[in-house]
């Protein structure tokens, strides 16, 4: 594991350092939402410094406003540390060092799912070698931070399948409220699908407790952790920012599709969802462009067509990673329901939502991420090491059969 972080932490950085030369030197769009972070989270530096509580996170914390708060903070804490010296490069240091664990929590979600040290090792590499997955950990998107938490919750609800543990409790809780801060609609999906694994609790190994202790045991994790919740207001929170009301939440989705749509790089800008059937009757055909785009005909702009070979890599994927879901499914069925459940309910959102290739190669590395294992786990059943052509030589002195 410590080879696929050095090589994380290398990759992520170089990326984040190309990126933010061709930003500052050549006038490429790479950096966008970096330097605007950079200048919120210096201005919040600079009022801590002077004793000072933020106005703008405070107000963002409580009125759930749109920029990633969480993110921004992370930045502001580097700058007060520093003296409010604001050195980009510095920063892109610093958050590869954060989200260059990423593919190191897969290597663990991988073996926890029940895959073997080299189905492990090759979801690691995956996620570490991966564009999507260095550029937008390196270059300060929000999305580098948002993997991070997403494997950290994912592994720690995975462990908490088969034992009482209160210091993964207190890291799935504290993971929502960080993805509250980033995309919170996130916790919406996540959510229920870690309180489904927890339900689908086992129990060790040769251990003593019967079915009934370990699903009384996994209730009282779910309570503990829905009253977590509530206490630190997410509940409060997603009910002011997800519509109840179906046909509202259609209206939303409609809006923001037909925006993303009329994009250069936008695509079925025609299509009209204002009614279930019309959602349902799209739905096959906006998961095929979510999952696939942008395709090797979609050329375009630089950044698409960068994206077209790891696109490209990763469809052809897909084959390997229904492979691999039948491995896990056969060796941990429980740990494999949540990671389906999750990232087929949030690839039907997206596949609704989006309407637009960068938006959909963005929001998609959140589904590779979490079928990476089962990539790992296909790969290492249908290329098993190869093994040596002649036994290997006796020991002095030992006997060979004939």
């Known amino acids: 594991m410590r080879s696929i972080f050095r090589w994380s932490f290398g990759l992520r950085f170089g990326t984040g350092m190309i990126a933010w030369f061709l930003t500052v030197f050549f006038g490429f769009s790479f950096l966008e939402d970096a330097l605007a972070y950079e200048n919120i989270a210096g201005m919040v530096a600079q009022d801590w410094s002077e004793g000072k509580q933020s106005a703008w996170l405070e107000r963002e914390m409580t009125t759930g406003g749109k920029e990633p708060w969480a993110l921004i903070t992370l930045f502001a804490v580097l700058y007060f540390f520093t003296g409010g010296i604001q ?37 690691g590499w995956l996620v570490t070698l991966s564009p999507a997955f260095a550029f937008w950990s390196g270059a300060l998107y929000k999305e580098g931070l948002i993997l991070l938490v997403l494997n950290f919750a994912v592994y720690h609800g995975l462990r908490l399948q088969g034992k009482w543990r209160w210091q993964s409790l207190l890291f799935l809780g504290l993971c929502l409220g960080a993805l509250c ?70 209206t939303q989705i409609e809006t923001s599709r037909r925006d993303l749509a009329t994009y250069q790089s936008g695509y079925l800008p025609d299509v009209r969802i204002t009614t279930p059937e019309e959602a349902l009757a799209f739905l096959p055909v906006g998961l095929a462009y979510f999952l696939t785009v942008p395709l090797p005909w979609h050329w375009g702009a630089l950044r698409q067509n960068l994206a077209i070979p790891d696109t490209l890599f990763w469809v052809l994927l897909y084959p390997v990673i229904l492979v691999g879901i039948r491995r896990a499914w056969s060796r941990n069925f429980r740990g494999t329901v949540p990671l389906i459940a999750f990232t087929v309910a949030i690839s039907c959102f997206y596949a609704l939502f989006i309407g637009n290739i960068g938006t959909a190669y963005r929001e998609r590395i959140q589904v590779w991420l979490l079928w990476a294992p089962f990539a790992g786990m296909g790969w290492d059943f249908l290329r098993p090491p190869q093994r040596a052509a002649f036994p290997p030589p006796a020991r002095r002195g030992g006997y060979v059969r004939p």
Not at 198 to 207: H, V, W
Not at 209 to 222: A, D, F, K, N, Y
């Open 87 to 123: 050195l980009l490069p510095l920063v892109i240091a610093f958050y590869c060092l954060i989200t260059a664990w990423t593919p190191v929590l897969t290597y663990r979600i991988t073996r926890q799912l029940g895959g073997s040290p080299r189905a492990a090792r090759i979801s």
């Open 181 to 250: 801060g980033l995309r919170f609609y996130l916790v919406a999906f996540l959510g229920p699908a870690l309180i489904l694994g927890l339900l689908l609790g086992r129990k060790q190994p040769n251990a003593g407790p019967t079915g009934s202790w370990v699903l009384l045991r996994q209730i009282m994790l779910v309570s503990i952790l829905l009253g977590i919740g509530m206490g630190l207001g997410f509940t409060d929170r997603l009910q002011q920012s997800i519509p109840l009301d179906l046909q509202e939440g259609l």
